[in-house]
């Protein structure tokens, strides 16, 4: 196309040119941002005041500028809204500092509920624009960039609508009889008004990324919510005329209420029964280990849970099988042989049973596969109840890990308490978390975590041709990714509570389990990469055992300095699980 037929003088590269020129970056970015650990919460308790100094000279690059004018604008508001719109304005410009990414993911990870709720349009099509920008996911990038799309072309269209004088809660009158109606831009069909469905696909669509995002969820549900109500946009009067065309040839007028109403949900159908949910799992361990595991699920709501001994354990076999929530598969040489051979690997022969268990249309509504030495945990939620929230188009739900630290016996925690540790969902967040938490070799580590960190999924049961994984679920070959994180709940991970505990597993794990050295390899401090194998087994040629004590109490002890840093990034766990009392209550016989 030449650009003298191009609608905007000079074509695309004009258009090109006018973006990038408002793009240069501020001077001294640093100057208005807080550290990366600043306390959100006490910003949005405190009200904005409005400047009090003369205005600074205004430039495009100033940033003195930038936030006394915001600072106008927003005043009566809180602190966090100045913050927030600050974070939008630095990353729209070219190069901005990481800090800024990770204290804008920081406002919507931790307070996005709460803080969207009293945020103008304007900056809620902002922040849905800088996810599109600077999202840590593919989700919270194509949310992002739908939301800034939809809403932009509304505030386009009805903005050229406004010139015909008609209000916007009212669609214009059908003209009958018109034998040459003008054709759409591009040749396109035109919408059909008595069948039409482009409209709610799209609200679909969007709606079902907002649900596999928690950090955009808020956001993304907040302004659909917008469009489902407010009378005044073209999808409010799509819905006009399509009522009228089925009662009269006239537009329907405009509705006597006409408010504005943001902050209730969209009515979601409601499940006919609470949903109810199980756990599986395959264990080799004592039989006080796997009954702790059967009776702290059972004690937190669950319908069902279903072992596989990976060895013979006659005592955790009778007392699983008296109890009526309970299933136990003793996985001896009978059952691998009706099931093509036992593999070598504990990895392989969990997937297997876990998925066999699936099969087997057990009778819950999901089903969640764990370790022995993980324990779903939660403050005051319920799953059922959270789980009953959820779009029946969510075929699972991931809960997210904090891993156990050994007690620092100097300052430990309240009796029968454990600390555990929690890192950031999306890698980018994580990587840079660990960097300012842990010790240099602690940053070797994902998150600091010596296991994964990647959680455990609840599975929708009822799914054919569904194959279950160590972290993921699989559609045939296809992993699912339609999932959503549960909030409110953890997957407590006992991997190391104790450096005793730890040396006894090291060299099983260091071969055959979650240190192998085919694992992937992590960037370190210095950028160099290296697997947890790599890193445990140079330790080891430096210094034997002790090096491997050292890094333990650096990295795995609770100690003051370690929970104090953790807890500035929101990732400190209190938890109490008090498995003998559990036990004792649902396997008297094994108190």
């Known amino acids: 196309m030449k650009d003298d037929d191009a609608i905007y003088s000079g074509g695309i590269k004009s258009v090109l040119l006018s973006f990038d020129a408002r793009r240069r970056p501020f001077d001294a970015p640093f100057d208005v941002l807080p550290t990366v650990d600043a306390d959100l919460t006490a910003l949005l308790k405190t009200s904005l005041a409005p400047p009090t100094e003369p205005m600074p000279r205004s430039t495009r690059r100033s940033i003195a500028f930038k936030r006394a004018s915001l600072q106008k604008e927003l005043a009566g508001k809180t602190e966090l809204h100045l913050l927030h719109a600050m974070l939008i304005a630095i990353l729209r410009r ?222 955790a076999q009778e007392a699983l099988a008296a109890h009526p929530k309970c299933r136990v598969s003793l996985t001896d040489d009978a059952y691998w042989q009706s099931h093509g051979g036992r593999p070598d690997m504990h990895q392989p022969r969990q997937t297997l049973n876990a998925t066999h268990c699936y099969g087997r249309n057990p009778p819950v509504d999901w089903l969640l596969h764990a370790d022995a030495d993980e324990f779903l945990w939660t403050a005051n939620a319920s799953l059922s109840q959270c789980l009953a929230t959820l779009s ?71 799914i054919e041709g569904i194959n279950l994984r160590i972290h993921n679920a699989f559609l045939g070959k296809e992993k699912i990714t339609d999932g959503i994180d549960l909030k409110d709940f953890y997957l407590c991970h006992l991997h190391a509570p104790s450096l005793e505990e730890w040396l006894e597993t090291y060299r099983f794990r260091l071969q055959k389990g979650s240190y192998r050295p085919e694992l992937q390899a992590l960037a370190g401090p210095s950028g160099y990469e290296l697997t947890i194998n790599q890193l445990f087994s140079t330790l080891e040629e430096d210094a034997g055992e002790a090096a491997l004590r050292r890094f333990f109490h650096e990295t795995c002890v609770a100690t003051p300095g370690l929970r104090s840093r953790l807890e500035r990034f929101g990732h400190l766990h209190q938890i109490t699980l008090d498995l003998d009392t559990k036990r004792a209550r649902h396997f008297p016989d094994h108190a």
């Open 392 to 462: 029946d188009a969510i075929p699972v739900a991931r809960i997210r890990p904090v891993e156990s630290m050994a007690p620092d016996p100097a300052d430990p925690p309240p009796e029968g308490a454990l600390w555990c540790k929690g890192c950031a969902p999306d890698r980018l967040t994580r990587t840079a978390e660990t960097q300012q938490i842990y010790s240099r070799l602690g940053q070797y580590l994902s998150g600091g975590f010596l296991s994964h960190v990647q959680g455990k999924i609840l599975v929708r049961t009822g």
């Open 94 to 315: 070219r190069r901005p500092p990481a800090e800024a990414a990770l204290l804008f993911h920081r406002i919507w990870g931790e307070l996005g509920h709460e803080f969207v709720k009293d945020l103008p349009t304007r900056w809620q099509i902002s922040a849905a624009t800088t996810f599109a920008d600077h999202g840590q996911t593919a989700d919270q990038r194509a949310c992002g960039m739908g939301l800034s799309v939809l809403f932009d072309l509304i505030k386009l269209h009805d903005s050229e609508r406004r010139f015909s004088g008609q209000p916007n809660n009212i669609s214009f009158t059908r003209k009958r009889r018109m034998k040459n109606r003008d054709s759409l831009a591009f040749d396109l069909s035109p919408y059909s008004f008595k069948g039409g469905g482009l409209d709610r696909n799209m609200l679909s669509r969007l709606w079902k990324i907002c649900e596999r995002d928690p950090t955009i969820a808020p956001l993304g549900f907040h302004m659909l919510n917008q469009v489902m109500r407010d009378k005044r946009s073209i999808f409010a009067r799509v819905q006009q005329i399509k009522r009228a065309s089925k009662t009269s040839t006239q537009a329907v007028s405009a509705p006597a209420d006409t408010t504005h109403t943001q902050d209730q949900p969209v009515p979601q159908p409601e499940s006919a029964k609470t949903p109810t949910w199980g756990v599986v799992s395959t264990i080799r361990a004592p039989a006080r280990d796997i009954l702790n595991f059967a009776a702290h699920h059972i004690d937190l709501g669950a319908d069902y849970v279903h072992i596989y001994l990976d060895q013979a354990n006659p005592a």
